[in-house]
């Protein structure tokens, strides 16, 4: 499932059926002051799992994810109006579990399986409709995919891997949203996983995931400063494969 927000909605797109026996194009959305259940938006252009998700103050894209094998599918909505899926265009490589980050500019997709898992980066601008564009690598080296991800508006955050070797990983790096290049050193999670990310204007959080059983572990950082991560607390039931949103959104204006 793939997730973005805006200051006042949060939107989930695609995924799997709870026996993972089917995929779904399902798009909901929550209001996050009030607390309820999710309620439908409308469906993407392909029902699929595991895609990855990006998202502005308007603009919400989901892109990649398995369809009948590795999709290289970008579809967007506007967030503050309910309805179906566009096309927006393709991601440079067709791949499952990309971690997306954003600016208000800029959508960046990083890593992901093929199934063979990549280092690729791409990115898209928001405004304008058409094709991802070459970022850079990720420097955790062998590929990755699962990771977190987190944002500030300037700096995207990547934490946690799952690599070619089934081994889950601490790693977390970051990548400067407006210059393209390849990520750098950040730090550790405090514990190897797959977690979920999610992120205001000065913290990046990190939560649930599975290090080979799911966890109910929460990490954050400072996204400005570079750093191990601290725990946080406990989310209340162990839990994978989530989507995270916030209506902090980085804290820039048009963010």
């Not at 990771?147 to 500030?152: C, D, K, L, T, V």
């Not at 508006?153 to 070797?165: A, D, E, K, T």
């Not at 081994?167 to 999670?189: C, K, M, P, Q, V």
Request: aromatic residues 8%; negative net charge.
């Amino acid at each position: 499932k793939a997730g973005g927000s805006s200051s006042t909605r949060g939107i989930f797109s695609s995924g799997a059926s709870p026996d993972s026996s089917s995929n779904t194009d399902v798009i909901e959305y929550v209001t996050i002051p009030s607390e309820g259940n999710s309620i439908d938006f409308g469906n993407s252009t392909a029902a699929r799992r595991n895609p990855g998700g990006a998202s502005n103050s308007t603009r919400f894209l989901t892109a990649g994810g398995y369809v009948s094998a590795a999709s290289n599918i970008i579809d967007y909505v506007q967030i503050n109006t309910l309805g179906d899926a566009l096309d927006f265009g393709d991601l440079r490589i067709s791949k499952y579990y990309p971690a997306g980050t954003s600016s208000p500019i800029r959508a960046v997709f990083s890593g992901g399986t093929t199934p063979g898992n990549t280092e690729t980066m791409s990115f898209v601008s928001f405004a304008s409709l058409g094709n991802a564009v070459n970022f850079g690598e990720l420097s955790s080296g062998g590929g990755n995919y699962q990771s977190g991800s987190a944002s500030n508006g300037v700096r995207g955050v990547l934490g946690g891997v799952y690599n070619p070797s089934a081994t889950y990983i601490n790693t977390i790096e970051y990548l400067t949203i407006a210059s393209e290049g390849n990520t750098t050193h950040f730090g550790s999670l405090t514990v190897g996983r797959n977690a979920s990310g999610s992120s205001g204007g000065t913290r990046g959080i990190f939560a649930g995931g599975s290090t080979g059983s799911n966890t109910n572990i929460i990490d954050f950082i400072q996204i400005a400063t570079t750093g191990n991560a601290e725990d946080f607390g406990d989310i209340g039931d162990t839990s994978s494969g989530m989507a995270g949103v916030s209506d902090s959104h980085g804290g820039l204006g048009g963010y």
